[in-house]
């Protein structure tokens, strides 16, 4: 998938010949209530998660007229409309990075979040990772890292500048 800036998503394949084409486009003539699209996901189970600047969560489901997109915001318990960051771990948990409420977790129980009060701070998470140790790695606005861990903030840091300079970060 590729993110435009206001064109919506697109799905990449190729042709017979092996070159790229766009196999799918997925914008505001196709259901897609924004053209503000951050962030794009397709899970496990084949569901399409999409992250907005304006409109929280999007997933997609599959309906006759291709996909029915249904939004979750605050009314659905998530914390922020704006969403950076997007990933399924190995449980089929969905994570989600926000712009000013920071993590959360949709899993079949529910919504769990870790925000500025659980000690991530700053709260912008622009991306995230499976760590070797059953946590997750998180980044943070301003160049700042945490992991989460057993369902706590374990650890924060920030890379030597010289270090993050030198690896082209800074």
Excluded: C
């Excluded at 979040?113 to 991530?120: D, I």
């Amino acid at each position: 998938w590729l993110v435009t800036v206001d064109k919506g998503a697109w799905r990449l394949a190729s042709d017979g010949d092996g070159e790229p084409r766009i196999a799918e486009v997925l914008d505001q003539g196709a259901g897609v209530p924004t053209h503000l699209v951050r962030t794009i996901h397709e899970g496990i189970d084949g569901t399409l998660w999409i992250g907005t600047s304006d409109r929280g969560l999007l997933r997609g489901e599959p309906s006759a007229a291709g996909r029915r997109f249904v939004p979750l915001g605050p009314a659905e318990g998530l914390p922020d409309l704006e969403v950076f960051a997007l990933m399924t771990d190995a449980q089929g948990n969905l994570w989600v990075g926000t712009a000013v409420a920071g993590l959360v977790r949709l899993a079949v129980d529910g919504l769990t979040s870790w925000g500025t009060a659980e000690g991530l701070d700053p709260p912008a998470v622009y991306a995230f990772r499976d760590d070797s140790r059953d946590g997750l790695v998180v980044v943070l606005d301003g160049l700042r890292f945490a992991a989460l861990r057993g369902g706590r903030i374990a650890d924060r840091w920030r890379p030597v500048p010289e270090l993050a300079r030198a690896s082209g970060w800074g």
